[in-house]
């Protein structure tokens, strides 16, 4: 399970979601902001998305951390 992670620097939460999804034994490719995409590109992409970390599942669904957090849980428990 590859995941898309879109973080930026010295973000906590942003730490929080890829400990997370390593717990999970999914596996993830980081996407900084701005290092990687421009900020304007990113709200561009992503229309009405302002806080970090932004997260992309296998499947295409797109999450917040609280999100993540959930559909993780669920899915470990084989509820997904």
Do not use: H, W
């Not at 990687?36 to 999450?63: C, H, Q, T």
């Amino acid at each position: 399970m590859k995941y898309t992670v879109y973080s930026k620097d010295n973000c906590p939460q942003c730490v929080k979601a890829k400990s997370m999804i390593d717990s999970a034994g999914g596996t993830y490719e980081e996407v900084n902001v701005p290092r990687d995409i421009d900020a304007i590109d990113f709200m561009e992409k992503f229309n009405g998305v302002r806080s970090m970390p932004y997260i992309i599942a296998p499947n295409g669904n797109e999450f917040n951390i609280n999100q993540l957090e959930i559909s993780l849980r669920l899915n470990i428990l084989g509820e997904l």
